[in-house]
């Protein structure tokens, strides 16, 4: 184990901290609207699509402690992009799955051509992997799904969807679960698009039997329950370090706050209280970095349990920290805090968004019992 | 000491649910189960149809209006209107400015200021917080010098609610620069169209607009807007932050959203299995209530305690406010990624709620949420309560 960053590392570090400064400084008491521009082309001119994606792909193949820092920045610079949607889930499963002809698809979004978005999740999927309703039956050639899925990230901007679909078994059972390649809108595709409290792009889709051709599966029939398991794990790390990002930027400004803000003729930062809470807010950020290490350490190995298990146990503490960090800096900027020209309360929100996405903290440290 | 059950309780709860039942208009409680910021035209218009009934201020004096009920009665009362989604009154005229007004005011004050607090038709606003002074309110540095027959004052308040909507604003300022801060102040009664007041809106972190930053800028307010003696405000401000205690423990509010919180709980599901039968969500949810049990409790030995002289008074808002949040919490937990989709609050821009809106969907749930962080924040942030407590009841 080695915890020194390396140079390139670093060099990698900083690269996307100034390109999250320049391309999204903070800009808080704005109606959030749909459509806005992004800045997928840089992400993409910088290399940063190819992170986490195998060489055979395309990807640079590297190792997922990369992929971390990425994500950390994104999340200290309140770097709202579909990054983990397309590249880390969808990209990532087509790469370990597909057919020669879809691993083009991969390259595309690599050079930044190309935006995909993972539909997955169901309203009664709440991070049970297997709980998926949305089913796809034979017709011909191709298949008709029907189902609907529940906020998709980046769906709105995408040009494909990766959704996952039964083409046998029934909800909750691993066996049966397929991939397939879906246009974003078409005949049985009903798409309802918004953003998230966070600032994300997002979608509610509902297929009703919406066909897609033989060529769109991506994988085995059948048997895409593994990889979608592997992705997910890999995803709920990148977004374990994101909110690592949002809780060590919070805890900056809200020491920073504390030494400013003067009350009863001394700075806040002087009573002990606050003293107290600040250091408590701070020794949950340590160890959450310290889970969240646990967690890339396990992608080191090939064990698939121990890689579910520690990104369980990842998630499940980093959403609890999480919560407690950013609630603990807004009480400490009193009033201030309420403000959306504030930075602290979009921190806030992210970290909820991201306590609530691929299973909250109760479910995550069932999962981690379970996986024992 | 007895808690012998009163029949009579029962037959009022019962004619408080029919009354409501009859008269809260069912477009007023279909947006008020909505969960956004309420509306002037809401609070005014349920305040007006309390207030024909004569029951618009439960908690007042006989002799001002109130309806004499014993605290068990307005606590029902209290209660029925929540679960009802009738809207929330807003309480800065009929729990603050009215209270101080009965208690310190003159008789020409009362007359003038009394009847369109109970009737809803006025709307007030507290002007107290400036930017440098938060929970060291007693440091406020809004002036008022007093010039011929009238007060001048300047000065600038901060986190506003209602500024936008008020017709009235009472207000904290200096009338004594030397000496020790708490005994300089004094309160005023400000109409909100005198010239040199304005007013700029504070977004908050739900994305609604309910609080405003107020500029004073060389109001000229007659001697008849100063209430009681030059230099007493603070005891005044004292006297208004006790009435605030028993209703911030929002104990009916709670109520409602434990209920909602429920319902939430068994609609939405992992797999085939409701949220309210997964044994650690309903832990939680069992938590939340029994805390909410010993609350009301604490609130009705407070409400009994005339002399003001028990603990447990100090200790409601801190643990209401705690309450309140952990309730919030819960529902958004039990949404799951359904509480992450963005609804605009019309408050901020009607134009933006152009969507059809379905309670099921609790759209303004994140919102609630997000907005009630700054329960312990308010009304004495929840740091300054365990002072108070330490100090006063503890002695330390």
């Known amino acids: 184990m080695d915890f020194a960053e390396t140079n390139e590392q670093s060099l990698l570090r900083e690269s996307v901290r100034r390109f999250a400064a320049k391309t999204h400084p903070f800009k808080g008491g704005v109606q959030p609207v749909l459509g806005a521009a992004g800045n997928w082309n840089d992400i993409a001119a910088n290399g940063w699509t190819a992170i986490s994606l195998p060489e055979e792909a395309g990807g640079i193949g590297a190792s997922p402690v990369e992929l971390a820092i990425v994500l950390e920045e994104f999340g200290r610079g309140l770097v709202a992009e579909p990054f983990v949607s397309c590249v880390v889930l969808a990209a990532r499963a087509i790469a370990l799955l597909g057919s020669p002809e879809q691993l083009a698809i991969v390259e595309r979004v690599i050079e930044g051509n190309l935006l995909l978005a993972f539909a997955h999740e169901e309203r009664t999927t709440r991070g049970a992997i297997a709980e998926v309703a949305t089913s796809a039956k034979r017709d011909g050639g191709g298949w008709r799904l029907s189902g609907a899925k529940t906020c998709v990230h980046g769906a709105p901007g995408a040009d494909k969807l990766l959704v996952s679909a039964r083409t046998s078994g029934a909800p909750g059972q691993s066996v049966g679960i397929s991939l397939f390649l879906v246009p974003t809108s078409g005949a049985g595709i009903e798409r309802a698009d918004y953003m998230t409290i966070d600032g994300f792009e997002a979608a509610d889709i509902v297929f009703d039997e919406a066909f897609v051709p033989a060529d769109a599966i991506v994988g085995p029939e059948g048997g895409a329950y593994a990889t979608l398991r592997d992705v997910i794990d890999l995803a709920i790390v990148a977004l374990c370090a994101e909110a690592l990002g949002n809780m060590e930027r919070t805890l900056q400004l809200t020491r920073d706050y504390a030494m400013l803000r003067r009350q009863f003729g001394k700075t806040i930062g002087s009573f002990q209280a606050v003293q107290h809470r600040l250091a408590d807010m701070l020794t949950e950020l340590e160890m959450s970095r310290s889970s969240l290490y646990s967690a890339l350490a396990s992608r080191f190995s090939t064990d698939r349990t121990a890689q579910s298990r520690a990104a369980s146990g990842c998630k499940a503490f980093i959403g609890r920290a999480g919560r407690f960090i950013c609630e603990n800096a807004i009480q400490l900027h009193g009033g201030l805090g309420m403000a959306d020209e504030v930075e602290v309360g979009h921190h806030y929100r992210r970290v909820l968004a991201i306590d609530a996405a691929f299973g909250n903290t109760d479910y995550h440290l069932r999962r981690f019992a379970a996986l024992a | ?396």
């Not at chain 2, 938060?134 to 209602?162: F, M, N, P, Y």
């Open chain 2, 1 to 396: 000491m007895d808690f012998i059950p009163d029949p009579a309780e029962q037959s009022f709860r019962d004619e408080v649910r029919s009354f409501i039942a009859g008269a809260l208009p069912p477009e007023i409680a279909a947006r008020t189960r909505l969960d956004f910021r309420p509306r002037r035209e809401d609070m005014q218009e349920w305040n007006a149809v309390l207030y024909r009934k004569g029951w618009s201020a439960p908690g007042w004096p006989k002799e001002y209006g109130g309806t004499g009920w014993s605290p068990v009665q307005r606590h029902i009362f209290a209660e029925e209107c929540a679960a009802a989604d009738a809207p929330a009154l807003s309480v800065f005229g009929l729990q603050l400015a009215g209270p101080t007004i009965y208690t310190f005011g003159s008789a020409q004050q009362k007359r003038r200021h009394l009847p369109g607090i109970l009737s809803g038709d006025v709307f007030w606003c507290q002007g107290f917080s400036e930017p440098e002074a938060g929970s060291d309110l007693a440091s406020l540095r809004t002036q008022a010098v007093h010039d011929g027959d009238e007060w001048v004052i300047t000065g600038r308040k901060i986190w506003t609610t209602h500024a936008h909507f008020a017709d009235m604003i009472f207000c904290l300022a200096r009338t004594d620069p030397e000496g020790k801060p708490q005994r300089g102040l004094s309160f005023f009664l400000i109409d909100m169209k005198t010239p040199g007041i304005s007013m700029r809106p504070i977004i908050t972190i739900d994305r609604s607009h309910e609080v405003n930053e107020v500029v004073l800028d060389n109001v000229r307010v007659p001697s008849d807007g100063l209430i009681g003696e030059v230099n007493r405000g603070w005891d005044y401000a004292k006297f208004l932050l006790t009435c605030e205690r028993t209703f911030s423990a929002h104990v009916p509010k709670s109520r409602r959203a434990l209920r909602r919180l429920k319902e939430i709980a068994a609609r939405e599901r992992q797999g085939g299995v409701p949220l309210a039968d997964d044994p650690v969500f309903r832990g939680k949810i069992a938590e939340a209530e029994v805390e909410l049990q010993a609350l009301e409790f604490a609130v009705y030995r407070t409400l009994s305690d005339a002399a003001g002289t028990s603990a447990v008074g100090t200790i409601l808002k801190m643990r209401g406010s705690e309450l309140e949040q952990r309730l919030t919490g819960l529902i958004i937990e039990a949404l799951g990624p359904r509480a992450l989709r963005y609804w605009p609050d019309p408050s901020w821009d009607a134009s933006l709620s152009n969507v059809l809106l379905h309670p099921e969907d609790e759209p303004g749930a994140m919102g609630t949420h997000l907005f009630l962080r700054a329960a312990t924040i308010y009304s004495g942030s929840n740091e300054i309560q365990r002072n108070i407590i330490a100090k006063r009841v503890l002695g330390l």
